[in-house]
Nanobody
Framework: QVQLVESGGGLVQAGGSLRLSCTASDFFEMGWFRQVPGKEREFVAA????????YHGESAKGRFTISKDHAKNTVYLTMNALKPDDTAVYYC????????????WGQGTQVTVSS
């Protein structure tokens, strides 16, 4: 069962940009994660659906921005100045409450950055 729907992945040249989207409902917080060969799942960014708090992982600072559109029930991850090392499968996930871990996960969208 698909709980969340991601889109926006693709192939881009180094230095280019992509915007990923994740649509879900009834959640407290949404996060973006990525996985690359030989590495554990990495936190990228997160945002609360209500209120202003945002969190960006070290690899995302200065290049990636998480944002939301309440009318579309969507969270975006805007990725600029992409590097080949950003190549990964990107996943969105949600928390149902402040005290839970990441409850629901999407199927992932591939981002490939060429040299």
């Amino acid at each position: 069962q698909v709980q969340l729907v991601e889109s926006g992945g693709g192939l881009v040249q180094a230095g280019g940009s992509l915007r990923l989207s994740c649509t879900a409902s009834d959640f407290f917080e949404m996060g973006w994660f990525r996985q690359v060969p030989g590495k554990e799942r990495e936190f990228v960014a997160a945002i609360r659906w209500r209120g202003s708090p945002k969190y960006h992982g070290e690899s995302a600072k200065g290049r990636f921005t998480i944002s939301k559109d309440h009318a579309k029930n969507t969270v975006y991850l805007t990725m600029n100045a992409l590097k080949p090392d950003d190549t990964a499968v990107y996943y969105c996930a949600t928390k149902k409450s402040q005290t839970t871990t990441w409850d629901d996960w999407g199927q992932g969208t591939q981002v490939t950055v060429s040299s």
